[in-house]
């Protein structure tokens, strides 16, 4: 007992001595260094501990997260900590080299601690701390952030990456990968003998290529002691561009929505009776509870309404069977009946919860949005399309990016606003600086711009439209070429938010982009024939029949068409779908 009091109490010790707090200015009583953060900063009070603490509000589009990278030792324990307050508050570690953690709190009326632990790598001696809180909510605070555990040093360069090869290869992009560098925190890719890249992992897409061109590239490992000698090299030769990217969609895609929920004058159309020029499907549609529930259902037609409806386990092997053919099935939010509003957080998370069922009941590719009617309005004084204020706005880019995240890149994101939420906006933006203006007008654009980097397609409905300005300042109506070439034009441009020139909305990539049609005059006010159809595809792609509007650019690329619906297509003996076909082949 006497010898084992001392050698416990010596060890014990020498495990505390060997910790130590890795985090630099945890209690910000030094101002916001080392932390990056993207809206954050050092206030007096509320505090913690000392005499500041950090204080930091997200956005619409922003979580306000403050990070720092800190040196640890490999195959060690950490204790991360800190105290926070407020709503829907993060800390977390990342690059760990094992499990990354991440701990939060869902209201925190006072000063709450948070913790969690990890165990390093083998290879690594860095790890990323950060907190951060969530899109649209208030300002949260954090204080007294600690990173306990053995210190880390680094000596010497890492050893030189081995297993260079590459992935997936597109007509833009090449994907690589190798083997762990022993020592490494980081990597360095290099394109034709020229550093393009720095990765934290172990591997890379090289983006920003050529079509049809050989490149050759290596990796270099990273510490904080220096740089390794280059890797072996590989090359790659990159094709023809013949794809629409990361959502493997085709160059040039029709889309159509299918009368999943309800029977009109159209008839039901069973999912396998869709044709296969349909790249993607909007089922229309998921409607919610009420207005503001943000709690969304999809009741498939009932037999009593649709005789020929399908079961709903042939419903779903006939989705696989679509998405086995390399066609896109997805759930389309609201349209003419489904009001959205979801002006509470509540709202939001109850909407993210049940589109996130529906599509993992059916097995769905993501999430089309189709808020008509007054599902989108602007508050007064919310004037800024890339600043947005207003709940039912913040709360919806939100909950659309919340589900990108959960879903990840191949997530199909489209949206179908119609003309007087998007192009209107060129005049008027909401209720205008002065009031007395539709505060619905271009309501989409700040969920538009928001999401640009997410988005897969905008689809604007070129139809049950008034008469819209273009950029050549006339106004154009619905009924021929001339009205789909300046609405498009417009999306393709860019153009001056309630014509103020210092506040334009981006162009959108032109792969981005399909044009909106009714299928027949039956499907709704603004059908055109065949011919007009050709002229808006030969004005926008070829700058060729393009009557008397002056086109800004001409974009090959465009994706396509849309249309409402399959069904009403189907009905006019699949019209619009042969002239899709005969000009896209």
Not at 398 to 426: C, D, H, I, R, W
Not at 488 to 516: C, E, H, K, Y
Request: net charge negative; hydrophobic share 35%.
């Amino acid at each position: 007992m006497a010898l084992a009091v001392p050698g416990s109490a010596a060890l014990s010790s020498a495990a505390r001595a060997a910790d130590a707090d890795a985090a630099v200015n945890g209690g910000f009583e030094s101002g916001l260094s080392p932390w990056t953060c993207t809206a954050g900063t050092t206030v007096t009070s509320p505090v913690h501990g000392g005499a500041s603490a950090l204080r930091a509000t997200p956005e619409g589009s922003d979580n306000a997260q403050c990070a720092q990278t800190v040196n640890v030792r490999p195959n060690s324990q950490y204790t991360l900590a800190g105290y926070v307050r407020g709503s829907y508050v993060y800390l977390g570690a990342s690059g760990t080299g094992t499990a990354d953690v991440s701990t939060w709190t869902q209201s925190a009326p006072d000063w709450q601690k948070l913790a969690t632990t990890f165990t390093t790598g083998a290879n690594t001696t860095k790890v990323t701390i950060y907190t951060h809180g969530w899109y649209g909510t208030g300002a949260y605070y954090a204080d007294d952030i600690s990173l306990t555990g053995p210190g880390g040093t680094t000596t010497q360069p890492p050893t030189v990456p081995t297993g260079l090869r590459t992935g997936t290869v597109t007509a833009t992009s090449v994907a690589l990968s190798w083997t762990p560098a022993s020592g490494a925190t980081g990597y360095s890719v290099y394109r034709d003998g020229v550093k393009v890249q720095s990765v934290s992992g172990t591997s890379a897409t090289v983006s920003g290529l050529s079509p049809s061109t050989a490149y050759a590239f290596q990796v270099t490992a990273t510490n904080d002691a220096g740089e390794s000698a280059r890797s072996a090299t590989v090359t790659a030769t990159t094709p023809a561009r013949s794809d629409g990217g990361g959502t493997e969609l085709p160059a040039h895609a029709l889309v159509g929505y299918l009368h999943a929920s309800f029977a009109n004058g159209s008839g039901y159309t069973r999912m396998a009776d869709v044709p296969d020029s349909w790249d993607v499907i909007d089922l229309a549609f998921g409607e919610p509870t009420s207005v503001t529930s943000g709690d969304i259902r999809f009741n498939r037609c009932p037999v009593s309404e649709c005789p020929g409806v399908e079961s709903d386990a042939d419903f779903k092997a006939a989705i696989k069977a679509k998405q086995a053919a390399g066609k896109k099935v997805l759930i389309s939010i609201g349209g003419q009946n489904g009001q959205v509003q979801l002006a509470t957080t509540a709202a939001r998370d109850a909407f993210v919860s049940s589109v996130s069922k529906i599509i993992d009941q059916y097995g769905l590719d993501g999430l089309d949005i189709d808020f008509e009617g007054h599902s989108l309005s602007l508050n007064t004084g919310d004037t800024d399309f890339k600043n947005p204020t207003t709940p039912v706005i913040v709360n919806l880019i939100s909950a659309l990016k919340t589900l990108k995240a959960k879903y990840g890149t191949k997530f199909v994101l489209t949206m179908a606003p119609e003309t007087f939420f998007v192009q209107n906006g060129y005049q008027f933006y909401g209720s205008g600086k002065w009031g007395g203006q539709d505060p619905r007008c271009g309501a989409y654009l700040p969920v538009i711009h928001a999401l640009r980097d997410d988005l897969t397609l905008l689809h604007v409905q070129d139809y049950n439209s008034g008469p819209i300005m273009g950029l050549d300042n006339q106004y154009h109506s619905m009924g021929g070429a001339d009205f789909h070439i300046a609405m498009t034009d417009m999306l393709l441009t860019g153009f001056p938010v309630a014509g103020d020139a210092g506040n334009v909305f981006p162009p959108l990539r032109p792969d981005q982009v399909a044009i909106g049609m009714p299928a027949s005059v039956n499907a709704g006010n603004g059908y055109v024939a065949p011919a007009e159809v050709t002229k808006t595809l030969d004005c926008l792609t070829k700058r060729t029949n393009c009557g008397s509007y002056p086109t800004h650019g001409t974009w090959p690329a465009l994706r396509g068409l849309m249309t409402w619906s399959v069904n009403w297509d189907r009905f006019a003996g699949w019209e619009f779908q042969r002239t899709f076909d005969s000009y896209f082949g």
